[in-house]
């Protein structure tokens, strides 16, 4: 059973950072891809950044371009996200996500796997 442990949310101001970490397990995550989703109140989830666990790819939304950094350690089997310069419009609910496809989709439905999200608030 894939199990997707999300941690590191929390209050920051606008211009600060915060890394997301999320813990794996369950399985060998090499023909997986995995990624970054958020929900903001009252909007659909959406997709953040992905990476494909076995060599590495990454993708991003083109809002967290050049603020956002998608990375993973297979000792540990956990997923990073690296998130600074961020704005009060990157609150949200932060979701892990699993699949296991040949390639990336942005789309959270093609997603079989999520953890129970990690709040973060961007405010003064």
């Known amino acids: 059973q894939v199990q997707l442990i999300e941690s590191g949310g929390g209050l920051v101001q606008p211009g600060g950072s915060l890394r997301l970490s999320c813990a794996a397990s369950?399985?060998?995550?090499?023909?997986?891809?995995l990624g970054w989703f958020r929900q903001a109140p009252g909007k659909e989830r959406e997709f953040v950044a992905a990476?494909?666990?076995?060599?590495?790819?990454?993708y991003y939304t083109d809002s967290v371009k050049g603020r956002f950094t998608i990375s993973r350690d297979n000792a540990k089997n956990t997923l990073y996200q690296q998130m600074n310069s961020l704005k009060p419009e990157d609150t949200a609910v932060y979701y892990c996500?699993?699949?296991?496809?040949?390639?990336?989709?942005?789309?959270?439905?093609?997603?079989?796997?999520w953890g129970q999200g990690t709040q973060v608030t961007v405010s003064s």
């Open positions: 369950g399985r060998s995550f090499s023909a997986y891809f």
């Open positions: 996500a699993a699949n296991r496809e040949w390639r990336f989709y942005s789309d959270p439905g093609q997603y079989d796997y």
């Open positions: 990476i494909r666990w076995s060599v590495g790819n990454t």
